[in-house]
């Protein structure tokens, strides 16, 4: 059973190992895994900076034991409203506080929102994620396009994710009518860095977004991003945040800064890869069940670096050549990764809780 994030030795990981499975697709009462919700930051920390050896080995039991075979999500992600948003988020240049705002891109209408969905299925994805550049979902007419989207969207067979700023109990519960399979809101970074991030909006606003997305019974898509100037400690903060949640969201997105002119960030530096590849790993053994999505930020990763996420535990990417305004590996680079890492596509979003109530696992009370 893997339940301590102690790293002292060798030794000791090798003998978990021997526990473990050796083969590509773990039987499904392979070795248990120990679901945790009350990780210390101290211990989170001291995942992030274990010898990166011992990190994947560790990061690859649980992921073998809680996800069996190398299964690997494709999503796809459209930007419905873009540009003009009244938050003042330091990364992002659809900010109308910043000179990098993309403003002049009307809102997308239901039908051509439907046809990229149809497109992204027959590329291969198996959910269609859609972005509306908003602080809080706007009734009327947008939101009832809204609904229609996501209906649309599940009625071709795919998963729905949508993200579009705060909403109410009775706007989540209306999405979840819908049929909407998920909602995305990031947590961004840890509690203490937040306000050199964003001002418009307080990070209790965004765990009570998460807690109305909860109550209506639609799963959470939520992570942070890296590369702000935040401090190992912060990256702790933010993962500790995220295993705090009972239960764990069901989509961890883990992003890489997008340095992008005009925005308050566009000086900082590039990302060390291996950066982005030990929040992967210790998101996976915080979160065994959760889908740890590879988001923003892939385009400055070599072909190399991405398979080095896929094995510390990620398995899910989105899939396409744009991500909302920044770019993405296009859909034959995509295709060409998967099978240089030799893993396989598609497979289903559990429903609430689910993942960490599968058979044969061992769920510890928090």
Known sequence: MIASPTLSSGTALAAEASAATSASEAAPDATPVLVRHDWSRDEIQALLEAPLMELLWRAQQVHRS???????????????????CEEDCAYCPQSMHHSADVTGQPERDVEPVLVRARAAKEAGA???????????????????????????????????????????????????????????????TSPEHYHRII???????????????????????????????????????????????????????????????????????????????RMVATARILMPHSRVRLSAGRTALSREAQILCLQAGADSIFYGDTLLTTGNPDVEADRALLAAAGVRAQWSEPSVGESEQAAGRVVAPG
Not at 66 to 84: D, E, M, R
Not at 158 to 168: F, I, P, Q
Not at 250 to 273: F, H, K, M, R, Y
């Open 66 to 84: 809680a996800n069996p075979g190398y299964h690997v999500q494709l999503a796809s992600l459209l930007s419905v409203k873009t540009g003009g």
């Open 126 to 188: 198996d959910r269609f994620c859609m972005g509306w550049a908003w602080r809080e979902i706007r009734e009327g007419a947008p939101f009832e396009a809204m609904l229609a989207m996501v209906r649309g969207v599940r009625e071709l067979g795919l998963e729905a994710c949508v993200t579009a700023g705060m909403l109410t109990d009775t706007q989540a519960a209306r999405l979840a009518e819908a049929g909407l399979t998920a909602y995305n809101h990031n947590l961004d």
């Open 199 to 277: 001002t418009t909006r307080t990070y209790q606003e965004r765990l009570e977004t998460l807690e109305r997305v909860r109550r209506a019974g639609i799963t959470l898509c939520c992570g942070g991003i890296i590369g702000m100037g935040e401090t190992s400690n912060d990256r702790a903060g933010l993962l500790q945040v995220l295993a705090s949640l009972d239960p764990h969201p069901e989509s961890v997105p883990i992003n890489g800064l997008v340095a992008v002119e005009g925005t308050p960030l566009e000086e900082q530096p590039p990302l060390d890869p291996l950066d982005l590849v």
